[in-house]
């Protein structure tokens, strides 16, 4: 299986900070990656696919870029709303696997 | 837009089994790929199979295999995951979450609610 690692862990931030979380997949997967947004409680939201298209309806405030092993996600402008949890997914290969997610906190 | 609508939660004994169902509104049912995802208590998500309807094939995750089966409904438009021999480790949240890729893997677009099944003697 492919493992997805993803970095930090959890963060502190403020509003109006530019925020970056990073994932690493133990092997090439092209652009077959996609970034997920999760609040406590809540099923996740897809927020990006193939590395950097934004799903319908998704502010422009995210934005993701890589290709290979190498990916980051990024908030230009961190709002009070986007203060959640993060994952990465890989879908290049069975089994579609998950990072273990980044905490956005507020600092 | 697709939506995703799940049944209610669930509490099983171990040992038993449950069937989680996934209702499709506002699309193509045939046109979408139906993935079934768990996430234990305070942990992470973990890709557990998913089924192209319109050709009533599933693949499975191999730590799930053999105690798991999707099954679809064309006719409901309805997406099933039963899961037997059911322990306290699969405690969890279980999703539906649906792609327009069906050959492919494709990546997810829309998910469900979620269903908590709590298993507990």
């Known amino acids: 299986d492919i493992q997805m690692t993803q970095s930090p862990s959890s963060l502190s931030a403020s509003v109006g900070d530019r925020v970056t979380i990073t994932c690493r997949a133990s092997?090439?997967?092209?652009?077959?990656l996609a970034w997920f947004q999760q609040k406590p409680g809540k099923a996740p939201k897809s927020l990006i696919y193939a590395a950097s298209s934004l799903q319908s309806g998704v502010p422009s405030k995210f934005s993701g870029s890589g290709s290979g092993t190498d990916f980051t996600l990024t908030i230009s402008s961190l709002q009070p709303e986007d203060f959640a949890t993060y994952y990465c997914?890989?879908?290049?290969?069975?089994?579609?696997?998950f990072g273990g997610g980044t905490k956005v906190e507020i600092k | 837009q697709v939506q995703l609508v799940q049944s209610g939660a669930e509490v099983k004994k171990p040992g038993s089994s449950v069937k989680v169902s996934c209702k499709a509104s506002g699309g193509t049912f045939s046109s979408y790929a139906i993935s079934w995802v768990r996430q234990a208590p305070g942990q992470g998500l973990e890709w557990m199979g998913r089924?192209?309807?319109?050709?009533?094939?599933?693949n499975y995750a191999q730590k799930f295999q053999g105690r798991v089966t999707i099954t679809a409904d064309k006719s409901t438009s309805t997406a099933y995951m039963e899961l037997s021999s059911l322990r306290s480790e699969d405690t969890a949240v279980y999703y539906c979450?649906?792609?327009?890729?069906?050959?492919?893997?494709?990546?997810?677009?829309?998910w469900g609610q979620g269903t908590m099944v709590t298993v507990s003697s």
């Open positions: 997914q890989q879908y290049n290969s069975y089994p579609p696997t």
């Open positions: 979450a649906s792609t327009g890729q069906q050959l492919v893997l494709g990546a997810f677009d829309i």
């Open positions: 092997q090439g997967i092209s652009n077959y």
């Open positions: 089924i192209i309807p319109i050709l009533g094939i599933a």
